[in-house]
């Protein structure tokens, strides 16, 4: 501890300039990660040396998004200095938690995607495998989102601000990053056509590496981060023209490449800027990997043993034209052996089936942006209807029929005619691949049979699952001391790195000292958020109601407006004196909508304004109360998940891939309502569907009904509470003085489809919550199906799908030494 209040001290003064007998909680922050950050190097050098020297396969996991969160209390707890830590600072004046809140998250993400991405890393971390994970440092990461007079505003989130002191920036080692320009042709010593592609503008992209620690095992894998620095400087132009400050905004313009994170969760956004990232982020990484790996081989066709690279969704599908056209136009090989060592490298996530999420883009954007890859794709097109139609014709076509030959080449081709003619980025990700995996059960069943049924009859085999998991140490361990301490005493702490032992706690269910031990702990973090939201929202909340909790993105088909009709048909019932047995309750929502998606941020409104009514009612407001999380985020789900009870899953079913805050809340205790979808279905599966609340119409039965005509008037009419609720909400109720504020909202479930079946699951979802609140006044079987549901969480963790990944899709095995945990 000595040791480590020195090295403080010394940071304070020598890092940090600054004077340690003043104490700023900033700098002793900043000098502690410091010291954290200079205990995680020497391991880090060490296992980056060591695959060099066992000559180790690695993992590429490339990924637009990631949401680490922050970093200080993660690492101390994977250093098993947590303790030392706390005492440390407690000696030189400071609460560890206190410091730890002076750390900005890292918000370089939307949702679930990039959440999804820092949980995988943590896995290879701990599981001793040989990864990398690549992204962009956006300068301003996912906005800022304050609510004012109920509405969402967006701020930047200016997060380099305070300096990132677990970054090390590697401004001497830059790859150039190339844009426009053109393609020239020449011919070969054996007289093959060959192509050169002169670019236009150059861009230079800077590694910023972030070091992510394995649990207890000295393994510390990277995290390389872009940013795009300009080429001005080195351009002599610039001092022969002496044109100083024409050549600045030149720089400016650059460097904007890498300064924001397009902020939409599953909508495409189409725009230049984002396209340019992506290429930027795909040419530096692929151009990194190969000058690993030409450190120690010469031969290409070497490449699919020695690398594997794991594109997170399309957003990185340019790769797969970026490779071709380095191992075509630089190494020159022919077009088969190239082709060959692509689809062995690549494999690829697909993580929506929404379609408006999957990405296109404008042939003519391709051309001019990047000419010698748009090329690269219409060969690799006329290639593969070529083989499709070999296919086709072939004996065994199965159910291909060639007669309609001429509908499935356009339907599979990587061209998309219309409205304008695009590249679809998901079919060039499919073609490219050997592997392309679905993040659930569910999800990867309907890819085979709806989205990309004709790929999967023909590539059989390459469609797979690979459910989604978290990771056990940040979302319990780190995030719920109380639980865990609990646990721990009973089982030990072996299920931090194996989750499965969890399964140890079924038989204490049954033990009513555990239960209210278990109990005494959900109370703590329930009583830690009250603290939290007085603080921050200058709020009571009353720690005897049940906590009842939808937190993630805002978006239709996740139904926030379900769970807002629940809470205004039971304020309606309070009301009007028809709810005497009505179990008390707090609902939380919070989430961040895409600046660009009107319904979501009228829902957000809708949601603030019935919250205002019910807490000002005090006819109520004893029974009632609902609370607006501003800015959600993967510090704040810390908070909240572990205090929840109640956790809303309820999306319309097929619609959500998997999930993850689904299995976040059930490994900490809480209870799930929720539909047949995504990966809650084998949640109910692993914890047995009887010890969850699952209600709602399942995916064939939604398909059905909307084949036999789908009529939301029809529930409106033969509901009297659904009626109200709507009639309310469409009026001024909950908006005095606007009238038609939330019109759009209720009209479009009326008049405009209802497209995510809000209507038809109502009642069953007023029948599930009727049956939680009923539940939650015997606490003892409350706690027991609590206590069962968190033990058997064991397989969603993201160990176990990391695990999957390197068997099945990569073929790599974890570092020796490390296999059972814990390195030398
Ligand atoms: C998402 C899915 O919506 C979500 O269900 C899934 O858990 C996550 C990680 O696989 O990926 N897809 C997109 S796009 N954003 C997500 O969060």
Redesign the pocket.
């Known amino acids: 501890m000595e040791g480590l209040k020195k090295d403080v001290i010394r940071h304070v003064v020598s890092s940090l300039g600054s004077d340690y007998a003043s104490k700023s909680a900033y700098n002793y922050y900043n000098a502690l990660a410091l010291a954290v950050r200079d205990r995680l190097i020497d391991n880090w050098i060490k296992t980056q040396r060591s695959y060099y020297d066992e000559k180790a396969k690695r993992v590429y996991y490339l990924s637009l998004e990631y949401l680490p969160g922050k970093s200080l209390m993660n690492n101390l707890h994977c250093l098993g200095i947590y303790e030392t830590a706390r005492k440390a600072m407690s000696d030189l004046g400071f609460s560890l938690e206190d410091l730890a809140e002076q750390e900005w998250d890292a918000g370089l993400g ?7 991405a820092s949980c995988f890393l943590d896995s290879m971390a701990t599981l001793g495998i040989p990864g990398y994970g690549y992204g962009i440092r956006y300068d301003y990461g996912i906005f800022h989102q304050v609510i004012e007079d109920g509405k969402q505003v967006e701020q930047a989130d200016n997060w380099m601000r305070v300096g990132n002191p677990w970054a090390y920036e590697r401004g001497q080692h830059l790859f150039p990053v190339r844009f426009f320009g053109e393609v020239k042709n020449w011919t070969d010593e054996y007289g093959r056509l060959r192509h050169t592609w002169t670019a236009g503008d150059t861009v230079l992209a800077m590694p910023c590496d972030m070091l992510v620690p394995g649990w207890d095992n000295h393994h510390v894998i990277n995290m390389r981060l872009w940013s795009a620095r300009s080429d001005v400087e080195f351009d002599l132009d610039f001092f022969n023209t002496g044109n100083y400050l024409g050549a600045v905004e030149e720089k400016i313009f650059d460097e904007k490449i890498s300064k924001v994170l397009y902020p939409s ?2 909508i495409e956004e189409g725009r230049e800027l984002r396209l340019k990232q992506q290429y930027f982020f795909v040419t530096a990484t692929i151009q990194d990997i190969l000058r690993r790996f030409r450190k120690k081989h010469q031969d290409m066709t070497e490449l699919p043993q020695s690398v594997a690279i794991q594109l997170n ?1 399309t957003h990185p599908a340019i790769a797969i034209a970026e490779l071709m056209r380095i191992l075509l136009d630089e190494d020159l090989l022919d077009w088969e052996v190239a082709w060959d060592i692509c689809v062995s490298t690549f494999a690829y ?1 697909n ?2 089936i ?1 379609p408006e ?1 999957l990405e296109t883009w404008p042939v003519s954007l391709l051309e001019r942006m990047l000419p010698r890859h748009m090329q690269i794709i219409y060969e690799i097109n006329a290639r593969f209807l070529r083989e499709v139609e070999r296919v086709a014709r072939s004996e065994d076509c199965g159910q291909l029929c060639h007669r309609d030959l001429d509908h499935l080449k356009q339907r599979v081709s990587l061209i998309q005619e219309r409205p304008i003619k695009s590249v679809r980025m998901a079919h060039l990700a499919i073609i490219g691949s050997h592997s392309v995996n679905g ?2 059960a569910l ?1 990867t069943e309907l890819l085979k049979a709806r989205v990309f049924d004709d790929f999967q009859r023909l590539y059989p085999q390459k469609i797979n699952n690979k459910t ?1 998991g978290v990771t056990p140490r940040r979302w319990l361990w780190s995030a719920n001391q109380p639980l865990s301490r609990l646990i721990a005493s009973h089982i030990g702490t072996g299920f931090v790195r194996n989750l499965d032992e969890l399964t140890q706690l079924e038989p204490l269910a049954a033990d009513p000292a555990f239960r209210e031990a278990w109990r005494a702990a959900k109370l703590e973090n329930k009583q830690r958020l009250q603290a939290y939201i007085k603080r921050k929202l200058m709020r009571e909340l009353h720690t005897e109601h049940l906590f009842d909790v939808h937190i993630k ?1 805002i978006h239709e088909y996740k139904r926030q407006v379900l769970n807002l009709l629940h809470v205004v048909t039971a304020y309606n019932r309070l009301r009007h004196g028809q709810a005497a047995d009505f179990t008390p309750r707090t609902v939380f929502f919070g989430g961040k909508a895409a600046p660009s998606y009107f319904m979501a941020k009228r829902i957000i409104h809708a949601i603030n304004a019935v919250a205002a009514t019910v807490n000002a009612d005090s006819r109520v407001n004893d029974k009632l109360q609902v609370v607006y999380l501003p800015n959600y985020c993967v510090s704040q789900a810390e908070r909240v998940i572990p205090a929840t009870e109640l956790s809303e899953q309820i999306s319309t079913a097929g619609m ?5 805050g689904n299995m976040k809340f059930a490994l900490n205790g809480a209870l799930t309502i929720g539909t047949w979808d ?2 809650t279905i084998e949640m109910a599966q692993a914890i047995g569907p009887e010890l969850l609340f699952i209600f709602g119409m399942r995916e064939d039965e939604l398909v059905s009904l909307r084949q036999h005509g789908y009529n939301p008037m029809l529930y409106y009419h033969g509901d009297e509470e659904l009626r109200e609720a709507l009639d309310m909400l469409r009026s001024d109720a909950f908006s005095p003085g606007q009238h038609g504020l939330f019109a759009p909202l209720v009209d479009n479930l009326l008049h405009g489809g209802d497209r995510f079946f809000v209507l038809a699951d109502y009642r069953q979802y007023l029948g599930a919550q009727q049956d939680v609140g009923r539940l939650y006044l015997d606490q003892e079987e409350w706690t027991r199906r609590s206590i069962l549901n968190a033990a058997r969480m064991g397989f969603f963790s993201s160990d176990r799908a990391i695990s999957q990944y390197a068997r099945e899709i990569w073929d790599v095995a974890p570092m020796a030494g490390l296999q059972n945990g814990k390195g030398a």
């Open positions: 939307n949702g679930g995607l990039g959440r999804l969760d599953q969704d996530t993580h929506t929404l999420a993040v659930a999800h989604n993105r959500e891939a998997s999930g993850t995504g990966a």
